[in-house]
């Protein structure tokens, strides 16, 4: 297929790399040259106006960018730019709500809308993305060939038993999981389920750093070798997960971790999570205490909050430890 891709940051170059390399024909529009420049393979275009020119009907425009503003204006300015029949997909970390909204005012126009929930990081374009789509069932499948290039694959992860007769796009690591907005309703959860997980793992890296405290007893005092932890847990373990994985080689790099400041920002799907814990009286105290735990590290730095930066480098190079945490933001869409 053809597909025109809005923003090439950490994660929008790649997604357009991935394409490429699967055969897809790429035009390539970013308000900055030089990455239009640097995306190989891609027919590049100064402006929307021109990348909507190079598109042939009917055209399908993949936003890769920081959710709120910048994403919103740029889906209503290809609005007035797009024919009937063509479609703006959001990949980004867009709130549901406002893809709900921004589908409505493009049906006006017969434009389609589909948001997707895009996991992988800077890994993706090696390991591929799982995706989370949202959207009218008939645009979800015209799509799918772009979907289909993206997606991870079935590998070596074994089926799970029981699952003959269920959709096979599932276990080739992308899903069409409902309407608009049900995708990056998905992806939202996923994320706040994210930071549970990683602040369990910061805890517990930090007790055990702890316990060579002088302020133990001597006999109870153990230096313990965090990144061996890390991965004899990878192998075997109840707790082994790619999380993990991402942990030992952040502990490999520096057991230390001298090179984080431990200040970790959040990027919003975890602040929505608990938002719509709310609306539906559903108890989340662990993904409640994980963005807590974030705001409180604005102010001090514990080992545990340096491995939280550094899981985050790790999966979408969110680099903590140089931007200062009340101006750093998740730029990776």
Known sequence: MQIGIVGLGRMGANIGRRLIGKGHKVVAFDRNPKAVAALAGASGAASLEEMVEKLDAPRAIWLMLPAGK?????????????????????????FYKDDIRRAKTLKTKDIGYVDCGTSGGVWGLDRG?????????????????????????????????????????????????????????????????????????????????????????????FVLDTADIAEVWRRGSVVSSWLLDLTAIALTKSPELSNFEGSVEDSGEGRWTIEAAIDETVAAPVITAALYA??????????????????????GGHIESLVPAHKARDDDK
């Open 70 to 94: 910048i994403t919103n204006d740029t889906v209503f300015a290809l609005a007035d730019l797009l024919d009937a029949g063509d479609v703006v997909i959001d990949g980004g970390n867009t």
């Open 129 to 221: 993305y799982c995706m989370m789509i949202g959207g009218e069932r008939a645009v979800v499948d015209r799509l799918d060939p772009i979907f289909a290039a993206l997606a991870p694959g079935a590998g070596t992860i074994e089926k799970t038993p029981g699952r003959e007769g269920r959709d096979p796009r599932v276990v080739n690591g992308y899903m069409h999981a409902g309407p608009v907005g049900a995708g990056h309703f998905v992806k939202m959860v996923h994320n706040g389920i994210e930071y549970g997980l990683m602040q369990a793992y910061a805890e517990g890296f930090d007790i055990l750093r702890g316990r060579a405290s002088d302020q133990l007893p001597q006999d109870e005092r």
């Open 294 to 315: 974030r705001f409180r590290s604005r102010i001090a730095h514990s080992f545990g909050e340096k491995l939280l930066s550094a899981m985050r480098n790790e999966f």
